[in-house]
């Protein structure tokens, strides 16, 4: 009895919020270098109440169906509540928002609309002018805080009925920041370009083992473990980052999804290597020819990070040092743990064979999306 | 957690890049081994997150999922329009401003404050800015709150019920001869029992109280006695000064009869809660504030008495608290400044963080609960000049208090 009481304490606890004035939070996530913006923007549900016709039953209860039924008018009518403009030199562009998602979140006193958007400034911002005219004719005591990202700043600011703008910016626009940006964008889309990685990793499997007697074995000594990756790392390096200038400059222009197609089929090439090594003799130049492809693939996501043709050379090169970094990392992760290993069946017999097989078979399902998506 | 968000920005980005095309195909096979990978690589990107993101967000399991559920009063308090007649904008943010006091809600002050906006932008209405400095003072906008009703009382020197507010600010603040004062102006326009009660709260703390409240008692039981809210607030400041004498059963009684007339008044169940707190019933604080949660004020106190039963509940209660004053001040809003000190000197040991807040309180308010609580973090940081400038006050207005410590009261002997 005594447990059911507590229990019932502890539930009555999970459903009380507290009473407190009603306030807003923004994020917004700007990177140096990039015109494009994106953020959240979490506002209570009783106050969306207020201004959007949330509780269409009336039963004084907001359910997820009639929060998310309303995705069009938040887009519409709230959203626009908030208003940002790029400050870019003498330059000023409005940075167009938009609904991307809708999700909800847990705040202090409740339950939240967590407004996910994305917006297009045109130039990469070096200061921000916000401006915040959500709720306050309904409740005047409304504060909004916003949290600004930038890279490794933050900037905070309060918004309330009195003071609906705020000029928001570091030196962002300063172009070693802007620089580091892109280094970290760089080694953030090697680490999330899987297909690229296992492409890496398919063609360093065999690094540490060499091929004789039709079955693979050990290599005698680590540096022709060494001299093997460095071939293949450079390799693969020179030509993706050939094509990925070559593709940023438009001097190429190939459809994405022609490329993404390519990189499939390279990573299923890459891995059917490993099984016949014998129609693949010279690791290097697979990796040589086949970094022309993905180069042409981390130009995509290079392009969609919103660069325009002011200062190209600086992000080209700071994303290219960034995907080698990050290329680099996942090197030394992997080939002195291979070398370690390559002495035991499990690695020659079992890993080498059947993870081959395994990123073969991913690659075909990549390919038939790709060419089915496109 | 940070991550998460990185993998979905990240595979937004990617998406729209063609990268990832999985979101054409939920629910197959191939869509996991995906996550999987991307949620691996991802990890190892953590050293790329700047600022931690406090609570993720969410979808919901499904369409019926209640996210939320609005407070009964939101359609009737809450209406779309607001009234353009000047007599139903009153009666509308009377009605606003009494739901966000009686259920500690201030966002209805926000609304009132929206209702008067077209009404109180001058003093032609004397009425509308008689309810926004309300709204003003119990927000602890004291200076808004008195420059609204100085600059009224220029204009219509009759309005009462001004001088009555007015007396109230100056007397929380610590203005006792101002407040002595108001209650004097008020007498012509008020009933002589508003009056006497005006001025029995300013001499329960400037050296008269056993005389004030003799004379509140004499009241209570004439023909004269008063009915309503002023029979209610005699009680309230006849348990006040039982307790200021330190009888607490006698207060306790009071408090009765006062919670008889308004049980669920939050001035008189907190004050209730400091009773039973001042005489070890933490257990029957806990039966009485246990629904009550969602009050600042009534967590505060189920925290206090929490952690002095050793409470299963106490962790809990202590961390909302914690929590909420946190969002408090990231918006730059000081709303609690004495029950945050309370707080940081009786939950969190903290009497060096208690005694900084305590002083911020002392600069806005100076009622009898500001005193206590500042003398007390002033001695468990040992900080004597703050205990000296007590002194001062105390000697200056004769302040007789049973629930201040003796040193304080002997410091200057």
């Known amino acids: 009895m005594k447990s059911l009481s507590l229990l019932f304490l502890l539930l009555l606890a999970g459903q009380a919020f507290a009473h407190k004035p009603s306030d807003s939070y923004l994020v917004i996530n700007s990177n140096a270098g990039n015109a494009l913006i994106e953020g959240r923007w979490d506002i209570a549900l009783r106050d969306l109440q207020l201004v959007l016709p949330l509780d269409q039953n009336g039963d004084g209860a907001i359910t997820w169906g009639e929060l998310r039924r309303q995705q069009r008018n938040l887009d519409a009518t709230v959203l626009p509540a908030l208003t940002i403009e790029a400050l870019h030199g003498t330059e000023r562009h409005a940075c167009a928002l938009n609904l991307t998602r809708l999700q909800a979140i847990d705040h202090v006193d409740g339950t939240y609309a967590a407004l996910h958007w994305r917006g297009d400034c045109q130039r990469p911002p070096e200061q921000l002018a916000v401006g915040y005219s959500f709720l306050f004719d309904r409740d005047p005591s409304h504060h909004g805080l916003l949290r600004l990202e930038q890279g490794d700043t933050t900037l905070t600011a309060v918004f309330s009925n009195q003071h609906r703008n705020q000029l928001m910016g570091t030196d962002a626009g300063s172009q070693w920041q802007a620089f580091q940006g892109f280094i970290r964008q760089g080694v953030h889309h090697i680490l999330i370009g899987y297909d690229h990685i296992l492409f890496l990793l398919t063609l360093l499997f065999p690094a540490v083992l060499v091929w004789q007697r039709g079955g693979w074995q050990p290599a005698p000594t680590i540096t022709g473990a060494l001299t093997q990756t460095l071939a293949i790392v450079t390799a693969f390096t020179v030509t993706h980052s050939l094509t990925l200038a070559l593709a940023t400059l438009g001097i190429i222009t190939l459809p994405i999804w022609l490329v993404e197609s390519a990189i499939a089929i390279t990573v299923a090439l890459g891995a059917a290597a490993n099984l016949v090594p014998r129609l693949f003799p010279k690791r290097w130049v697979m990796a040589f020819v086949f970094g022309l492809i993905h180069g042409l693939g981390f130009a995509s996501v290079l392009a969609d990070l919103g660069l325009t043709d002011s200062g190209i050379f600086l992000p080209l090169l700071g994303f290219n040092l960034g995907v080698e970094l990050g290329q680099v990392a996942i090197v030394l992760l992997f080939v002195p743990a291979a070398y370690l290993v390559r002495d035991t069946v499990a690695y020659r017999r079992i890993f080498v064979p059947v993870g081959s097989i395994a990123i073969m078979i991913l690659a075909g399902v990549w390919l038939a999306e790709r060419l089915g998506g496109a | 957690m940070y991550w998460h968000r990185i993998i979905e920005t990240s595979s937004r980005r990617l998406a729209t890049a063609g990268v990832i095309r999985s979101e054409r195909v939920p629910g197959k096979r191939q869509h996991a081994i995906h996550w999987r990978v991307v949620r691996t690589l991802a990890a190892l990107s953590l050293y790329m997150s700047s600022a931690p993101i406090h609570a993720a967000p969410y979808t919901p399991a499904g369409d019926h999922v209640v996210l939320a559920r609005l407070p009964q009063a939101q359609p009737a308090l809450a209406p779309p329009t607001a009234p353009l007649d000047l007599s139903a904008a009153l009666a509308l943010a009377r009605s606003q401003i009494d739901y966000a006091s009686a259920q500690g809600d201030p966002r209805f002050l926000g609304y009132a404050e929206a209702t008067l906006a077209p009404f109180s932008q001058d003093m032609s209405s004397p009425a509308a800015n008689l309810l926004m400095a309300r709204i003003e003072q119990q927000r602890h906008q004291f200076a808004r709150a008195r420059h609204r009703l100085t600059r009224l009382l220029e204009q219509s020197p009759n309005q009462g019920q001004a001088w009555l507010m007015l007396a109230n ?34 001499q329960a703390i400037t050296g008269q109280r056993e005389q004030a409240y003799r004379t509140l008692q004499a009241l209570a039981s004439s023909p004269a006695a008063p009915q309503g809210k002023s029979a209610q607030w005699l009680d309230t400041l006849s348990a006040e000064m039982a307790l200021q004498q330190g009888r607490l059963e006698l207060a306790t009684e009071h408090l009765r009869d006062a919670l008889q007339q308004a049980p669920d008044d939050p001035y008189l169940r907190y004050l209730q809660s400091d009773l039973w707190l001042a005489s070890n019933q933490a257990q029957a604080v806990i039966r009485d504030l246990t629904n009550w949660q969602d009050r600042e004020g009534a967590l505060l106190r189920l925290a206090i008495a929490g952690q002095r039963l050793n409470h299963p509940q106490a962790q809990t209660w202590r961390q909302d608290y914690r929590a909420r004053m946190a969002a408090d001040q990231d918006t730059g809003r000081q709303r609690h400044l004495r029950e945050h000190a309370r707080f940081l000197l009786e939950v969190e040991s903290d009497p060096q963080g208690a005694l900084t807040l305590a002083r911020q309180n002392w600069q806005q308010q100076r009622e009898l609960a500001d005193l206590r609580l500042l003398q007390a973090s002033a001695m468990a940081a040992d900080d004597q000049a703050t205990l000296s400038q007590l002194q001062a006050f105390i000697d200056r207005y004769q302040v007789d208090d049973a629930q201040l410590t003796q040193p304080a009261k002997g410091a200057s002997e």
């Not at chain 2, 004062?181 to 005006?198: D, G, N």
Request: with cysteine.
């Open chain 2, 169 to 202: 600010i100056d007397r929380v603040q610590g203005r006792l001869d101002e407040a002595r004062q108001a209650c004097r102006e008020a007498a012509s326009t008020l009933p002589p029992t508003t009056v006497l009660l005006c001025q029995a709260s300013v």
